[in-house]
């Protein structure tokens, strides 16, 4: 049987996350204690920690269930209704990392506000771990919320308060007493590497600092959901891997759920199991992340991959493309290559094999969604035959190819 790793080659995520791990359900002790947790559980307050379900993405029905869901406001000083969402579906798997992207007034915003209940839908169900949050009341809504936990863009920070004191802010709302405070929020500090700033004030910290706060905070309740709000859209690149690398790692091991909404492809390929791309108030694409990488269908989506993975073409090949064939010219193939070929020497073979020359124009190789993920742009010549045939030879292995034009 395998022992666990020594404490001292354990990271800080690995040793924190083993404190936040559950007990046995006849060793769990409530956050809050006495009066305090009689009020708690009164209040329908459940601090227990969740095992994560391991098997989450195999199952295919929805934790998180958008059904039909419009949103429409209406309008001011006599202006017309402005319609946020537009009969949107989207359906989210227990344990998934899903990323809603879309351009500023897509109706991102609305829609994650729709799931933790602080807007209501126009038409629709909205429905999270089988519940209509829809239909609460304000009342009923204070329950369902402490199992949604949020990240926000611009951190949401009280000034005043120190790091613990932030982290800490969600369990005093809900009556639980200081030890049991402590036993909660110093491993999530671990976990989040800021176990030294506890008590530090916000304008102490930095911007990447500041969002391992609020991520701290958006885990104190034990939420089964956690949305994320452009969490990393004022953050550097160097510090938004960082942020997403750590928001990967916890999903993992504590089996949550996740929304993201990002107008950033860059914040999807690193993380994203799905995404679903809005624009208009619609979801107008959604699927796997490699899927859609490998070949968006809608315009919205094609553009927000332009910049990404190599996709967009040179500009001096583009200024050359022309889409009717060319005599004595060559085709340029867009060449997607992806799971259990990504690797393989498929040109070289392609060459030796079929006797095609093939000239690699660029490219870029990397990994998404866990998999090998790369795009090549390649020229090979131009007639009929010999296209259908190298079309033929990397279809049958599984390579997705689109002829994007022709140069002489």
Known sequence: MAHPAPQALRSPLQRALS???????????????GADASSAHARGIELADRAPDREARQHPEGFI?????????????????????????????RGEIVGVIGRSGAGKSTLIRLVNGLEKPTSGRV??????????????????????????QHFNLLSSRTVFDNVALPLEILGADRAGIRRRVEPLLDMVGLADKRDRYPAELSGGQKQRVGIARALATEPKVLLSDEATSALDPETTASILDLLAGIQRELGLTILMITHEMAVIRRIAHRVAVIDG?????????????????????????????????????????QQAPVEGGKAVLRIVFRGEHATDPVLSQLSRELG???????????????????????????GAEALARATGFLADRELHTEVIGHVR
């Open 281 to 321: 108030g619609r979801i107008v694409e959604q699927g796997e992340v490699a899927d859609v990488f490998a070949a968006p269908a809608h315009a919205t989506t094609r553009s927000f991959l332009g910049a990404e993975t190599g996709r967009s073409v040179p500009a001096w090949i583009a200024e050359r493309l």
């Open 356 to 382: 095609i020359d093939v000239n690699i124009l660029s490219g870029s190789i990397e990994r998404i969604a866990g998999q090998p993920f790369g795009i090549l742009l390649v020229a090979l010549p131009g």
């Open 127 to 152: 429905v999270v771990d089988g519940i209509d949050v829809g239909a609460l009341d304000e009342r009923a809504l204070g329950p369902a919320r402490r199992s949604i936990g949020m990240i926000f």
């Open 65 to 93: 269930c958008l059904e039909s869901v419009s949103k429409v406001y209406p309008g001011r000083h006599g202006g017309p209704a402005v319609a946020a969402l537009d009969g949107v579906d989207l359906s989210v798997a």
């Open 19 to 33: 404190l936040l791990r559950p007990s046995p359900v006849s060793e769990r002790t409530p956050i809050a204690r």
